[in-house]
Structures are given as structure tokens and as C-alpha cells.
Nanobody
Framework: VQLQASGGGLVQAGGALRVSCAASGRIFSLDNMGWFRQAPGKERDFVAAIGWSGLTTYYADSVKGRFTISRDNAKNTVYLQMENLKPEDTAVYYC?????????????WGQGTQVTVSS
């Protein structure tokens, strides 16, 4: 499986950003997918997950109400729309295939995308 995240950048606090992750090498439409993030010096944390059909989602408490996960199975892509960003959202964001719903991923991490939120 190959996972390529993109769309990160520098944004001011209160701003918005959308990151994307293109997947290949698996039948994407059958996989539950998730977003995780890792801040400098910290462990990788769960952010959000979406079921294979797109109808079921699950969020970490820290992002609930601000982030929205979605997917386009025709494009083999999962998205994370981030609103009202805070400096503590600064991290490298990764997507992953969820092994056990909702937040236990397969241990494969493609290239992440850096999100930096300035205060």
C-alpha cells in the first residue's frame, strides 16, 4: 500500500486548511481510513477516522467540531478539512488504513504533510 499525504502548509490561528491523502495498492473502497498527527517530540496521535462507505466517522475530542474527514472512493482519496485551527494543531499529518475501528491503524505510514499554525 502507498499513502501520500499533501496539502499542508502554514496558516494563522483561526484559519482553515484541507489536507488530502491518495492511496494505492489496496482496494481503497473497502478500507476504513484515518488521519493521525505527530507533533515534535510527541507520539503519533489519532485525529479522525471514516468508514469504507463514508457514512461513519469518528473524531478525537480535541478536533471534534473543527475538523471534518471525508473520502472520494472514485479517486482513492481521503480528506481532512480543518477549521478554526489552533497552534496546538501543529504537527505532521499522516493518513493510515484502519485495522481495528476506530483508531487502531495498520503500522504503515506513508509520507506525511506538515501543518503549522502560527499564533
Amino acid at each position: 500500500v502507498q499513502l501520500q499525504a499533501s496539502g499542508g502548509g502554514l496558516v494563522q490561528a483561526g484559519g482553515a486548511l484541507r489536507v488530502s491523502c491518495a492511496a494505492s495498492g489496496r482496494i481503497f473502497s473497502l478500507d476504513n481510513m484515518g488521519w493521525f498527527r505527530q507533533a515534535p517530540g510527541k507520539e503519533r496521535d489519532f485525529v479522525a477516522a471514516i468508514g469504507w462507505s463514508g457514512l461513519t466517522t469518528y473524531y478525537a475530542d480535541s478536533v471534534k467540531g473543527r475538523f471534518t474527514i471525508s473520502r472520494d472512493n472514485a479517486k482513492n482519496t481521503v480528506y481532512l478539512q480543518m477549521e478554526n485551527l489552533k497552534p496546538e494543531d501543529t504537527a505532521v499529518y499522516y493518513c493510515a488504513v484502519i485495522r481495528e475501528w476506530p483508531k487502531n491503524p495498520f503500522d504503515y505510514w506513508g509520507q506525511g504533510t506538515q501543518v503549522t499554525v502560527s499564533s
